[in-house]
């Protein structure tokens, strides 16, 4: 490798990541292990990064001071969740650069401005009608002419502010009980399955992609992702495709998550793009030969990427604050820590509240879904199961 490769690496490159979750805290540690130092922005939120970054910012990030210091303090930054302001994506952007871009942060960030990305580079996704009034809605569900899902324009995640319609309904009272917000309405789909990939983008327009993480929920939680999904090696393939598609259509640079639905038919639809990386690439960590912080690292710091090579399939299994007996009594650890081929991640956070994500484990090998339902039956939790 040429000495350029570690250039970076030797000036003592400062990372800044806006947010502090557990998906900053796992960004700073891959830092940590690579030599880079890092800067963690909390937003003045409960971050789980803290305790492992070199430096924090606990202000919030509409705080002029914050982004000065914030500037001062990285020599480069990412951000680690969607829903930051995109003034202070700009500010950063401007200053230190900022990768992904403010732009593609912004379009994923945002469910028109994403659907309206897909369409308008020919990206399979869900039809889809922009809903800013009841006339607007009546005439979308009687286009549609059956079930949907209303979505909140801005802001949505893991199924918060979604209103599920079967057809039936009086726009006038759909469009009451949603509170009038500006939405996208979005036709229901049958799917099969669904499905997410993790593309990573480099500085010169370099892509790689891993294996497709099947996914399944609690509650419109991630609950379990088994790697590599179980579909045809061709739906695979595209899946894999589409994403590099996305990626390079935003000029990104970084890792993202793109997540899929699988019709019964084999065909993809893109739901949505995580901007950063995602839940269902945690088992990157232990069951491939580069995670996907560290390639986050990799891209963010214009180091070639690396192997997204998948060492064995495996499930990784959230850890949800409902495993957690009482808000700050962990579960009995033992059954997990003597499952072979399995490991353990804590976030640090100290009260298990509702479905809180606490933790992840990933397990190893070819019986790695059997080993993740005993392990649940061991917590008296149901076995894996769909929403
Ligand atoms: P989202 O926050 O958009 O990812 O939605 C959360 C979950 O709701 C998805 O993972 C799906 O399980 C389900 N969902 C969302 N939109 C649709 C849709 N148009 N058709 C069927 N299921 C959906």
């Known amino acids: 490798m040429s000495a350029s490769v570690f250039f970076p690496l030797n000036r003592q490159q400062v990372v800044g990541v806006i947010g502090g979750g557990q998906l900053g805290r796992m960004l700073a540690l891959a830092a940590r292990r690579m030599g880079v130092r890092s800067v963690v922005w909390t937003g003045g939120l409960e971050a789980p990064a803290v305790e492992v970054a070199d430096e924090i910012i606990d202000k919030p990030f509409d705080?002029?001071?914050?982004?000065?210091?914030?500037?001062?303090?990285?020599?480069?930054?990412?951000?680690?969740?969607?829903?930051?302001?995109?003034?202070?994506?700009?500010?950063?952007?401007?200053?230190?650069?900022?990768?992904?871009?403010?732009?593609?942060?912004?379009?994923?960030?945002?469910?028109?401005?994403?659907?309206?990305?897909?369409?308008?580079?020919?990206?399979?996704?869900?039809?889809?009608?922009?809903?800013?009034?009841?006339?607007?809605?009546?005439?979308?569900?009687?286009?549609?002419?059956?079930?949907?899902?209303?979505?909140?324009?801005?802001?949505?995640?893991?199924?918060?502010?979604?209103?599920?319609?079967?057809?039936?309904?009086?726009?006038?009272?759909?469009?009451?009980?949603?509170?009038?917000?500006?939405?996208?309405?979005?036709?229901?789909?049958?799917?099969?399955?669904?499905?997410?990939?993790?593309?990573?983008?480099?500085?010169?327009?370099?892509?790689?992609?891993?294996?497709?993480?099947?996914?399944?929920?609690?509650?419109?939680?991630?609950?379990?992702?088994?790697?590599p999904a179980r579909v045809d090696e061709c739906v695979a393939e595209e899946a894999r495709r589409i994403a590099e598609k996305v990626a390079s259509a935003l000029g990104y640079r970084g890792i993202m998550g793109v997540e899929f639905f699988v019709k019964t038919d084999g065909s993809l639809l893109v739901n949505e793009m995580a901007p950063r990386p995602h839940n269902s690439g945690h088992h990157t960590l232990d069951a491939c030969v580069t995670s996907q912080f560290e390639q986050q690292l990799r891209a963010v710091l214009g180091l070639p990427l690396g192997s997204t090579r998948l060492v064995s399939p495996c499930v990784m299994l959230n850890l949800l604050g409902d495993f957690w007996p009482g808000e700050t009594e962990p579960p009995d650890w033992t059954p997990l820590l003597s499952t072979p081929d399995t490991t353990l991640h804590l976030y640090g956070k100290r009260r298990a509240i509702g479905m809180r994500k606490m933790g992840h484990t990933t397990l190893l090998g070819t019986d790695a879904l059997e080993k993740a339902e005993a392990l649940k039956a061991a917590w008296g939790r149901s076995s894996v199961a769909p929403d």
């Open 63 to 227: 705080d002029p001071q914050a982004l000065r210091d914030f500037c001062a303090k990285a020599t480069v930054a990412t951000v680690e969740f969607e829903n930051i302001p995109l003034a202070t994506m700009r500010g950063v952007a401007e200053t230190i650069g900022l990768h992904p871009s403010p732009e593609a942060v912004g379009i994923c960030q945002n469910r028109e401005r994403e659907k309206n990305f897909l369409r308008a580079n020919g990206i399979p996704c869900t039809a889809f009608w922009v809903i800013e009034t009841l006339d607007d809605l009546t005439s979308a569900m009687t286009e549609l002419g059956g079930a949907g899902v209303l979505k909140t324009a801005d802001f949505g995640y893991d199924g918060k502010g979604q209103l599920r319609i079967t057809g039936s309904e009086n726009p006038a009272d759909v469009w009451e009980k949603f509170g009038k917000q500006r939405a996208v309405l979005e036709a229901w789909v049958p799917f099969e399955k669904e499905i997410s990939v993790m593309v990573v983008r480099g500085k010169d327009g370099e892509t790689a992609t891993y294996d497709p993480a099947e996914n399944r929920h609690r509650s419109h939680i991630l609950d379990v992702s088994i790697v």
